[in-house]
């Protein structure tokens, strides 16, 4: 995929560019084509057509798996739709969600440093009442993004923008609480089981 | 991936990790993230209102060791310059000190957000002092 502009797995997959979408297609489309585009049907092709059907099979899985999780359909949508709309809202990612960030960080790093002297039910029920928030906030945001989704639905067809840029921004913010959430989540998890802080 | 030798002693060794009053008016404090990789960077400045010097630096960042190098780094380079010249620091600096690979470009352009995020603190926080004295006076 070039940098600039990804491939559009909505068009490739014959269907809307929505983002409630009937699985049951989605999955039989997987399937027509998977048929359509499978090498072993196009041996007898030239060179040429056989190389094309095997970078329509490989795009057809990460088209598939893309659009299948609801939140990859979403971050797919807003690469196609708003390009710059993730790097113009970096610098404007809520206070509120990164001092939220930064104090459950503090707080984990803080069990951890006292983990050694072990027997601290304290902190180990502060870390399960983390975790516990965290899961119900993780939760919460399928129900967000559903929302959003049916929002979306309603002007997709629309060439307004005014009607899609406000929808598009308020995904990119529900996209990267989730990745806060699912990074913090995993930093809880490694500290009640003792294990390294996950690192990339 | 493998690290610079240079990310990998900040990463080991962070220097000026820690917090400062926030409720200082000479206390500037940058609150960043990058939310595509989960991190968030936290850096504070000690300011001297009449010399518009850095007198202190402090930082927190949960993130990857790139992050961390380049927050603790920029708190290297900044502390003791004016304002102004802390303002000028660019993320190329940080990305040429700590040679960070073309993917970890991100971590260094966070610092210098972190930076520029904190000295605004700073302003506003001195701005809203002399207001309240002009209305005291």
């Known amino acids: 995929m070039s940098a600039g502009t990804p491939d559009d797995y909505f068009a490739f997959m014959g269907i809307d560019r929505e983002l409630l979408i009937d699985t049951r297609m989605l999955e039989q489309r997987y399937f027509q084509l998977s048929r359509d585009y499978h090498p072993d049907f196009h041996t007898d092709a030239s060179e040429e057509a056989r190389q094309t059907s095997l970078d329509n099979s490989?795009?057809?899985?990460?088209a598939y798996h893309t659009l299948k999780d609801p939140y990859d359909r979403a971050r797919h949508l807003l690469a196609l739709e708003s390009p710059d709309v993730a790097e113009a809202q970096r610098k404007q990612i809520p206070t509120s969600l990164l001092m939220e960030v930064m104090e459950i960080q503090e707080t984990i790093a803080e069990a951890r440093q006292h983990a050694g002297l072990d027997a601290d039910p304290e902190r180990a029920e502060a870390l399960?009442?983390?975790?516990?928030?965290?899961?119900?906030?993780?939760?919460?945001?399928?129900?967000?993004l559903d929302l959003l989704a049916h929002e979306w639905n309603a002007?997709?067809?629309?060439?307004?923008?005014?009607?899609?840029?406000?929808?598009l921004k308020r995904l990119n913010e529900l996209l990267d609480t989730r990745n806060y959430l699912r990074t913090l989540l995993q930093t809880v998890e490694a500290a009640m089981h003792g294990t390294p802080a996950p690192r990339h | 991936?493998?690290?610079s030798e240079k990310v990998i002693d900040h990463?080991?060794?962070?220097?000026?990790?820690?917090?400062?009053?926030?409720?200082?008016?000479?206390?500037?404090?940058?609150l960043v993230g990058a939310p595509e990789c989960g991190d968030v960077m936290r850096l504070q400045l000690k300011i001297n209102p009449e010399t518009g010097v850095i007198e202190d630096a402090k930082f927190k960042t949960f993130g990857c060791g790139s992050a961390i190098a380049s927050s603790s780094y920029a708190t290297?380079?900044?502390?003791?310059?004016?304002?102004?010249?802390?303002?000028?620091?660019?993320?190329?600096?940080?990305?040429?000190?700590l040679n960070?690979?073309?993917?970890?470009?991100?971590?260094s352009v966070l610092a210098e957000d972190a930076i520029k995020a904190a000295i605004d603190d700073f302003?506003?926080?001195?701005?809203?002092?002399?207001?309240?004295?002009?209305?005291s006076a």
Request: some cysteine; aromatic content about 2%.
């Open chain 2, 100 to 107: 960070l690979p073309p993917v970890k470009i991100h971590c």
């Open chain 1, 128 to 144: 399960r009442g983390i975790h516990e928030r965290l899961q119900t906030k993780l939760n919460n945001l399928r129900g967000d």
């Open chain 2, 76 to 97: 290297e380079l900044i502390k003791g310059k004016t304002i102004e010249d802390a303002q000028n620091i660019k993320n190329t600096q940080i990305v040429s000190e």
């Open chain 2, 11 to 30: 990463y080991n060794n962070p220097r000026n990790v820690g917090t400062l009053d926030i409720s200082d008016e000479t206390v500037g404090t940058g």
């Open chain 2, 123 to 135: 302003r506003k926080k001195q701005a809203q002092k002399n207001a309240s004295e002009e209305v």
């Open chain 1, 155 to 167: 002007v997709a067809q629309q060439s307004e923008r005014s009607h899609k840029e406000p929808i």
């Open chain 2, 1 to 3: 991936m493998a690290y």
């Open chain 1, 58 to 62: 490989s795009m057809l899985n990460r």
